[in-house]
């Protein structure tokens, strides 16, 4: 008979840890002791299925850089802006697509020469207090990897849909709609491309475990891969703990981000032109300009006001949307 793997069994002494610590109450002793012969068992029971073929795998498989910059291409061709954008999204922020599915305008602020985003809340912190800002970078020799393009792209298409006297709380769920709506549909496009593109993504990873998660994956591979990046940088991009005592005293360092932002981008770091700047407009208030970003984002700048933070960040995308046509 098939069994459910380790990490699908782990998770159900995850589950009861949490209970505990929500109760704020103890284990009795026997568990207590008992915990850690069971989880060992357990890996050894698994061992020993596996070798029999007896073991259910659906982890997902981590999506390399050229497997990832194809399914972007294949988003572009198809016309699904939603699909493209929340995907480099969920690579650049190395995230879960649950925290791409409730951003919102206030995610979004602005770096020196970088669109910082900072999620809502995190899977481990439901008040968004201990959440911390990524720098996410342009790639003018890339448009298919090109965050900001897509960005521009995204608003221009979605900016005829918002109302300017109606305030909307988020990017991507729709009014109306339910939290999860905008991931379901984001899973569900890639679940179809992989569908689709079986004997392409064979020459990478597992077609049955190409999924949205593997994204995730995939980006903190590409980001360990390279040894000019920084661990910790690593960890707090993808909002993992480093444990307790370094969380309190390895400190996230703001220039290890942005390396590893750019490393994100598609830019390499044995290269020159790692440090590119974005592409940006130097006369920001020439009258043609103004009236290409109304063109693009008119009813959007109208919702949030004319004063907006999100101004610059419009601005510098409809730069590399400019760049990239």
């Known amino acids: 008979p098939m069994m459910l793997g380790f990490d699908t069994r782990r998770k159900f002494f995850d589950a009861l840890k949490h209970g505990r610590k929500l109760a704020t109450q103890s284990f009795n002793i026997e568990l207590s002791m008992a915990i850690p012969d069971l ?5 050894i029971a698994n061992a020993s299925m596996k070798e029999n073929g007896q073991v259910e ?4 498989d981590a999506m390399p850089m050229p497997l990832f910059e194809y399914m972007c291409q294949s988003a572009v061709v198809a016309g699904n802006a939603l699909w493209w954008v929340m995907s480099l999204l969920q690579w650049n922020l190395m995230a879960r697509v649950q925290n791409i599915d409730n951003l919102s305008f206030a995610s979004f602020s602005m770096g020196t020469d970088s669109i910082r985003v900072k999620y809502n809340q995190t899977k481990k912190d439901k008040t968004g207090q201990k959440t911390t800002s990524k720098n996410c970078y342009a790639n003018p020799f890339n448009m298919y990897i090109c965050l900001y393009t897509a960005l521009a792209i995204y608003f221009s298409v979605m900016n005829t849909t918002w109302v300017g006297d109606e305030y909307v709380d988020f990017i991507f769920i729709r009014k109306g709609s339910k939290k999860g709506s905008a991931s379901s549909n984001y899973c569900d496009y890639v679940r179809k491309w992989a569908s689709r593109c079986k004997e392409r993504i064979t020459l990478f990873i597992r077609p049955d475990h190409t999924n949205a998660h593997g994204i995730r994956k995939g980006s903190a591979t590409e980001a360990t891969s390279s040894p000019e990046t920084s661990l910790p940088s690593v960890f707090h991009r993808g909002e993992w703990s480093l444990g307790v005592v ?12 942005q390396l590893l932002g750019r490393i994100l981008a598609g830019l390499d770091p044995d290269r020159s032109t790692f440090d590119v700047l974005p592409p940006h407009f130097t006369k920001t208030d020439d009258p043609k300009i103004k009236e290409a970003v109304n063109l693009c984002f008119g009813n959007i700048i109208l919702m949030l006001g004319q004063d907006s933070f999100m101004y610059p960040i419009l601005l510098r995308c409809l730069a590399s949307l400019v760049h990239h046509e």
Do not use: M
Request: proline letters at 0%; a neutral charge; charged letters at 40%.
């Open 39 to 43: 989880i060992k068992g357990l890996r």
């Open 246 to 257: 370094l969380d309190i005293y390895w400190k996230f360092a703001q220039k290890g981000d």
């Open 57 to 60: 795998e659906n982890e997902a």
